[in-house]
């Protein structure tokens, strides 16, 4: 693999912890590993990777923008990524804030709730 590659999983491994990538691994076939190889040096080793700007506002902003577009099927992995790059529950209702106003309450209202859900789950596996 390449070093790109490389980095990407490793920067993967440190936002979305070990078991979420060593389950998505397992998963891995023929067919889709392509596509896993684009995400993992594209996503992960180029966007991810950069220094530009923070982890957390990386993260702040992956979540605004999932909401934005709808893609909803990836907040709760990213809500859960947010608190290992730091971003808050407040930075993250922040993000949302932003997207009710500059994409619709609607979508906000969905990624608020799949938030939520989220943070329960994880208070309720503490106790």
Do not use: C
Request: charged share 30%; aromatic share 6%.
């Amino acid at each position: 693999m390449s070093e790109r590659y490389d980095r990407g999983m490793q920067v993967r491994r440190e936002v979305l912890g070990n078991q979420h990538v060593d389950r998505a691994e397992k998963l891995k076939t023929a067919e889709d590993q392509p596509f896993q190889d684009l995400i993992t040096e594209g996503a992960w080793g180029t966007v991810w990777a950069s220094d530009a700007i923070t982890r957390r506002e990386r993260s702040m902003l992956t979540l605004a923008l999932l909401a934005a577009t709808g893609n909803f099927e990836e907040i709760e992995m990213h809500v859960r990524a947010a608190q290992r790059t730091g971003a808050s529950k407040r930075d993250i209702m922040e993000a949302f804030q932003h997207v009710a106003i500059y994409a619709g309450v609607p979508k906000a209202n969905h990624a608020i709730k799949i938030a939520k859900r989220v943070w329960e789950a994880q208070e309720t596996s503490d106790r």
